[in-house]
């Protein structure tokens, strides 16, 4: 390589790096939420655990405590959030007109989903499978068992459409019996229409618990016949949007790894030498200005709600009334596979 060739390549690598050190830029939807001072939020009309309102009108769930997480982390405070109620069918009709900034409604993450809908698929909350539940009376105990019978399923979900590839790939024969709205569904079931209800495992549990006149009388069968990874999405074309809500979702799993809660976020932003802890809590390097955000992002995040573990066992974990295992949803050095890249 000769000195006019190595010139311009130092040229163009110091160029490289400068951009690399500015801050970005926040993007339309990110200058939509701050002109407003408020995030819109898609979340489910009423599932114990992840998004569901009080008499009072309190929103409080995996999803919702994501919401207040994203907004603490966008506009320094987690109140600053507004929820808007959708069902199945119309949740990604919400996010693509706009009526919503994000959608974190337990909604599973596919190739049709991502490819063809204009919406991107941020960070996976919680790992899910679906599986069936039935009354004990019914003495059924494998999902194999079902053939030829009835089962109560939500449409527009991926739910039915796995139900329908297990029927088939089994040679089960199930009938599906089939209702628009979530409450028709478990109305259905708890009346006995259907020997089984399916939806992914956590719904069954939530349904379980919030609706049923004695939960063990119900039994929810071992068996999982799909994966459900489930997480927030947003709409395709705002890569500064998006970036915002997947590393929000990432530093509550890094904050966990590295000990960093609720509790002890102020101590350790204070205090602590460790430059991982500092990188997360922005007070060794900001990091927030690479997302167009505060100093502070993460620590107004995880202030507000707590890290991943806090937010999972104080929504749906073995405390809980659902009494979830984390199982799958424990960190990859725990035995999980949660797993979020490093905040670096």
Same mark, same amino acid.
């Given at each position: 390589?000769?000195?006019?060739?190595?010139?311009?390549?130092?040229?163009?690598?110091?160029?490289?790096?400068?951009?690399?050190?500015?801050?970005?830029?926040?993007?339309?939807?990110?200058?939509?939420?701050?002109?407003?001072?408020?995030v819109?939020?898609?979340?489910?009309?009423?599932?114990?655990?992840?998004? /569901?309102?009080?008499?009072?009108?309190?929103?409080?769930?995996?999803?919702?405590?994501?919401?207040?997480?994203?907004?603490?982390?966008?506009?320094?405070?987690?109140?600053?959030?507004?929820?808007?109620?959708?069902?199945?069918?119309?949740r990604?009709?919400?996010l693509?007109?706009?009526?919503?900034?994000?959608?974190s409604?337990?909604?599973?993450?596919?190739?049709?989903?991502?490819?063809?809908?204009?919406?991107?698929?941020?960070?996976?909350?919680?790992?899910?499978?679906?599986?069936?539940?039935?009354?004990?009376?019914? +003495?059924?105990?494998?999902?194999?068992?079902?053939?030829?019978?009835?089962?109560?399923?939500?449409s527009?979900?991926?739910?039915?459409?796995?139900?329908?590839?297990?029927?088939?790939?089994?040679?089960?024969?199930?009938?599906?019996?089939?209702f628009?709205?979530l409450?028709a569904?478990?109305?259905?079931?708890?009346?006995?229409?259907?020997?089984?209800?399916?939806?992914?495992?956590?719904?069954? /549990?939530?349904?379980r618990?919030?609706?049923?006149?004695?939960?063990?009388?119900?039994?929810?069968?071992?068996?999982l016949?799909? +994966?459900?990874?489930?997480?927030?999405?947003?709409?395709?074309?705002?890569?500064?949007?998006?970036?915002?809500?997947?590393?929000?979702?990432?530093?509550?799993?890094?904050?966990?790894?590295?000990?960093?809660?609720?509790?002890?976020?102020?101590?350790?932003k204070?205090?602590?030498?460790?430059?991982?802890?500092?990188?997360?809590?922005?007070?060794?390097?900001?990091?927030?200005k690479?997302l167009?955000?505060?100093?502070?992002?993460?620590?107004?995040?995880?202030?507000?709600?707590?890290?991943?573990?806090?937010?999972?066992?104080?929504?749906?974990?073995?405390?809980?009334?659902?009494?979830?295992?984390?199982?799958?949803?424990?960190?990859?050095?725990?035995?999980?596979?949660?797993?979020?890249?490093?905040?670096?």
């Open positions: 390589m000769n000195f006019t060739s190595l010139k311009l390549l130092a040229t163009a690598m110091a160029v490289m790096a400068s951009l690399a050190a500015l801050p970005a830029h926040a993007g339309k939807t990110v200058d939509t939420i701050k002109a407003r001072g408020q819109i939020c898609g979340v489910h009309t009423g599932l114990a655990g992840f998004s /569901a309102a009080d008499s009072n009108g309190k929103w409080t769930g995996i999803d919702v405590d994501i919401c207040r997480a994203v907004a603490a982390a966008t506009l320094g405070d987690a109140e600053k959030v507004k929820f808007v109620p959708l069902t199945a069918q119309a990604f009709t919400a693509q007109s706009g009526e919503i900034d994000m959608l409604r337990n909604t599973t993450f596919t190739l049709t989903r991502d490819a063809s809908l204009g919406l991107s698929q941020t960070a996976v909350v919680y790992y899910d499978g679906q599986g069936f539940m039935v009354p004990v009376k019914s +003495k059924i105990k494998s999902a194999k068992q079902l053939k030829g019978q009835t089962v109560c399923v939500q527009g979900t991926t739910t039915e459409k796995n139900l329908t590839d297990f029927s088939k790939a089994n040679g089960l024969n199930i009938k599906p019996v089939v628009e709205k409450d569904v478990e109305g259905a079931y708890f009346s006995g229409r259907c020997i089984s209800y399916t939806t992914d495992a956590s719904g069954l /549990a939530s349904v618990n919030k609706s049923a006149k004695n939960p063990a009388d119900h039994l929810i069968l071992p068996e016949i799909s +994966k459900e990874p489930l997480g927030p999405l947003v709409r395709r074309g705002d890569d500064e949007w998006a970036a915002i809500v997947k590393w929000t979702v990432f530093g509550l799993l890094e904050a966990e790894e590295n000990g960093i809660t609720q509790v002890n976020v102020d101590d350790l204070a205090n602590s030498k460790d430059p991982v802890v500092g990188r997360i809590l922005g007070s060794s390097e900001d990091t927030g690479l167009g955000l505060e100093k502070e992002w993460m620590a107004n995040a995880i202030k507000a709600t707590g890290n991943y573990g806090e937010i999972f066992e104080r929504n749906v974990g073995p405390k809980s009334a659902l009494q979830l295992p984390r199982g799958l949803n424990n960190l990859w050095n725990k035995g999980g596979i949660q797993y979020a890249p490093p905040i670096r």
